[in-house]
């Protein structure tokens, strides 16, 4: 009952960000590691990126002993956190990049009409003045 994801996932959003540091302590040792590769894979699928992060925080700071103490124990969910975090990592450098790339795409497309409009006055001097 303590393992399906299902259950995990609610109880863990339910927790407001003010009291994650309280319920990140209460973690019983026994279920860290469980806790940290679930949290892991969340990492992965959740859109909850930001309290993911949170509740990674503040589990290591609390526990942080115990992983020190355990290394072994805590391999494979610390892999799925690393594993997590660098294509989080790599998802929202694309999505900068991209935005950055359409704002200077916009940027330069507002400029254009004032550029254009300039130039076609000149244009239309030039053509009076000849003919006058």
Same mark, same amino acid.
């Given at each position: 009952? &303590?393992?399906? $994801?299902? /259950? *995990?996932? =609610? +109880?863990?959003? &339910?927790?407001?960000?003010?009291?994650?540091?309280?319920?990140?302590?209460?973690?019983?040792? $026994?279920?860290?590691?469980? /806790? *940290?590769?679930?949290?892991?894979?969340?990492?992965?699928?959740?859109?909850?990126?930001?309290?993911?992060?949170?509740?990674?925080?503040? *589990?290591?700071?609390?526990? =942080?002993?115990?992983?020190?103490?355990?290394?072994?124990?805590?391999?494979?969910? *610390?892999?799925? /956190?690393?594993?997590?975090?660098?294509?989080?990592?790599?998802?929202?450098?694309?999505? +900068?990049?991209?935005?950055?790339? @359409?704002?200077?795409?916009?940027?330069? %497309?507002?400029? %254009?009409?004032?550029?254009?409009?300039? @130039?076609?006055?000149?244009?239309?001097?030039?053509? =009076?003045?000849?003919?006058?």
């Amino acid at each position: 009952c &303590l393992n399906e $994801p299902g /259950l *995990l996932r =609610g +109880c863990w959003q &339910l927790v407001p960000p003010e009291h994650i540091p309280i319920a990140a302590q209460q973690v019983p040792a $026994p279920y860290l590691e469980r /806790l *940290l590769r679930f949290l892991g894979g969340e990492l992965e699928r959740s859109t909850h990126v930001h309290a993911v992060m949170l509740w990674v925080q503040q *589990l290591l700071l609390a526990h =942080g002993q115990q992983l020190r103490d355990r290394p072994v124990a805590f391999e494979a969910p *610390l892999r799925a /956190l690393h594993k997590g975090t660098r294509l989080r990592y790599e998802e929202l450098g694309h999505m +900068c990049n991209r935005n950055l790339f @359409s704002l200077d795409f916009l940027i330069d %497309q507002h400029g %254009q009409p004032a550029a254009e409009a300039e @130039s076609g006055e000149q244009g239309g001097d030039e053509s =009076g003045d000849g003919t006058a």
